[in-house]
């Protein structure tokens, strides 16, 4: 599959900047067109979406979630899914990437992943903190749900229980510009907080939830029940909404 930028031949020689827009209204002909593309740059920032489902077979993406949720040690390696009940309780904080990462993951999910945005600590949940990270992720974003360490929890159904707090960005790494965009960084440690406790290839922590292989497999994670086996799973299309 290929990432396609979506009104990508309007958008050319944008920068999704002031000097961009100007650049939009000489290569559009069509109202509907500049319509539909600036209503894309608002709602998403000027970031990539994944259009089209992953090249992974399904059962590469089965095997993917085996390895990295079913088996993980990080989940016990109890042959069980394991992940948050939906919707899932999320105080951004008000980091603009923060809230930007839960928005994508709905939105592209088609609300398969939902949350419930609070303004306190939940009890069970996630919590963003802008800054913080250690030498994870590059030191660009780490996840914790213990004083210094990532100790994921469940209850006896298989579901995640406990506050995970995800800090965003550190003294020595700016996540809102290393990643591949803005929010791709709160995206892929997001990601590890529902449940995709290692990393593969397309999700080693730049490219954020567009990357196809990654959405395929988050995605189906949510798709199936808590507490599935692997001969339980089922792999659907990770079609974007």
Not at 78 to 87: H, I, N, S
Not at 186 to 214: C, K, P
Request: with cysteine; proline share 5%; charged share 15%.
């Amino acid at each position: 599959m290929a990432l396609v930028r979506r009104c990508a031949f309007h958008l050319r020689a944008a920068t999704c900047m002031l000097a961009g827009f100007a650049t939009i209204l000489r290569m559009t002909t069509s109202r509907a067109g500049l319509a539909g593309c600036l209503g894309i740059l608002l709602t998403l920032g000027c970031t990539d979406t994944p259009t089209a489902p992953s090249v992974l077979a399904a059962a590469d993406i089965g095997t993917l979630l085996v390895s990295n949720n079913l088996n993980h040690p990080s989940a016990g390696a109890r042959g069980r899914l394991t992940r948050w009940r939906v919707p899932i309780e999320v105080n951004t904080g008000a980091v603009p990437r923060a809230e930007e990462a839960v928005a994508h993951y709905e939105q592209w999910s088609g609300g398969v992943i939902r949350f419930t945005r609070v303004s306190a600590t939940p009890a069970n949940g996630i919590v963003f903190v802008d800054g913080g990270a250690v030498a994870v992720e590059s030191g660009c974003a780490d996840v914790t749900s213990a004083p210094d360490s990532f100790v994921p929890r469940w209850d006896s159904a298989g579901a995640l229980v406990g506050t995970y707090t995800i800090h965003l960005g550190s003294d020595t790494c700016n996540d809102a510009t290393k990643g591949r965009y803005r929010s791709a960084y709160a995206e892929h440690v997001l990601g590890h907080a529902l449940g995709l406790f290692d990393h593969f290839a397309g999700f080693t922590g730049q490219e954020g939830l567009v990357d196809a292989h990654a959405f395929s497999v988050i995605y189906n994670l949510y798709a199936n029940p808590i507490g599935a086996t692997a001969q339980q799973i089922v792999i659907w299309p990770a079609n974007p909404r």
